[in-house]
């Protein structure tokens, strides 16, 4: 079946830098795509969502990038904390057809943050 | 407000018993789901409910059974325990609207089969 992956498992940046954590999905029928946080030891978060219809959200010092035309997904964190420090995945619903997709969401494997200070 | 609440947080089992991992939440959410976390393999969907009294099957749904008596409890029940499902489990829950993923997760029940 088609599934949701990332380009790299891990990424280590210094405090203050922007970070970019990249994933590409491969579910044409995807239209909305979710990035969670799991900090050691925690169930993961919720950070930021889009929809298939935008090619950019922003949040509080993130920002996600839908690029529909190579399937691939981004999130940037600028100015990057320790705090940050933790795995975060993509998730994408897999479409919605008669609007049942309720969070059936496919995950990535996770691609783990690493803020050095 | 606890959100989602998971019991035990660890749990040892022998192959072959039984046991119940329980989940309760108090956002009187729809939608409430159960994925495993094993490494490299991020999370997979075992079973899900859009609500009191359905069920469904997920990504990986064999070894386990749900029930959803009420709206608040999700509990997962193994029934003949396996070294393959050692592993972190995640309950979780959503106000269950079509076309949105925001699950609130519990803080994880790591299982280890001996």
């Known amino acids: 079946g088609e599934s949701v992956g990332l380009h790299l498992p891990t990424l280590s940046v210094q405090e203050g830098d922007n970070s970019i954590i990249n994933c590409a999905y491969s579910?044409?029928?995807?239209?909305?795509f979710i990035w969670y946080k799991q900090e050691s030891g925690k169930g993961p978060q919720f950070i930021i969502d889009?929809?298939?219809?935008?090619d950019k959200r922003q949040g509080q010092r993130v920002t996600v990038l839908l690029n529909k035309t190579v399937k691939h997904l981004s999130l940037q964190i600028a100015a990057t904390q320790p705090g940050d420090s933790a795995v975060y995945f993509c998730a994408e619903n897999g479409g919605n057809a008669g609007g049942t997709s309720y969070g059936k969401l496919t995950f990535g494997q996770g691609t783990i943050l690493t803020v050095h200070p | 407000n606890a959100g989602v609440t998971q019991t035990p947080k660890f749990q040892v089992l022998k192959t072959g018993q039984s046991m119940t991992l329980q989940c309760a939440q108090d956002m009187n959410h729809e939608y409430m789901s159960w994925y495993r976390q094993d490494p490299g393999m991020g999370l997979r969907l075992i079973h899900y409910s859009v609500g009191a009294g359905i069920t469904d099957q997920g990504e990986v749904p064999n070894g386990y059974n749900v029930s959803r008596s009420t709206t608040e409890d999700f509990p997962l029940r193994l029934l003949s325990a396996a070294p393959s499902q050692t592993s972190v489990y995640f309950c979780a829950s959503s106000w269950g609207h079509p076309n949105t993923g925001e699950l609130f997760f519990g803080e994880g029940s790591r299982l280890t089969v001996l």
């Open positions: 889009i929809r298939s219809n935008m």
């Open positions: 579910n044409s029928a995807s239209d909305y």
